[in-house]
């Protein structure tokens, strides 16, 4: 492999981080009350931002020569995408007090 191609490999490591946490954010927007909207995004935004750091130390590492150290980018996705999995599941089935309570049914008062 290239410098061109690692350098494209690093960027598309990068913005996979980017996009899956931005996607978050977007859908955290939309399903979260208004005056809880912004937490989310922070929180979200602080953890993308820790994790490309880990990613861009992992590169410097590996350019370094210092295998040993590296981090496995593997077991970094699979935290990335866990994670994302479950605030998407959290966000799409919370129960919004504007919503009927389901597991009381919907017909009760």
Not at 35 to 58: C, D, E, T
Not at 92 to 103: A, G, K, Q
Request: hydrophobic residues 60%; contains cysteine; neutral net charge.
């Amino acid at each position: 492999m290239d410098a061109a191609d690692a350098e494209l490999l690093e960027a598309l490591v990068i913005m996979f981080t980017v996009i899956t946490f931005g996607l978050l954010v977007i859908m955290a927007v939309f399903r979260i009350p208004r005056h809880f909207s912004a937490l989310p995004s922070v929180l979200a935004a602080f953890v993308a931002w820790g994790l490309i750091r880990v990613k861009m130390l992992n590169f410097s590492l590996q350019r370094a020569g210092r295998f040993d150290q590296m981090f496995s980018l593997m077991q970094i996705h699979l935290l990335e995408i866990a994670s994302f999995l479950m605030l998407l599941l959290i966000l799409l089935f919370s129960i919004r007090p504007d919503r009927p309570n389901y597991v009381q049914g919907a017909c009760d008062p």
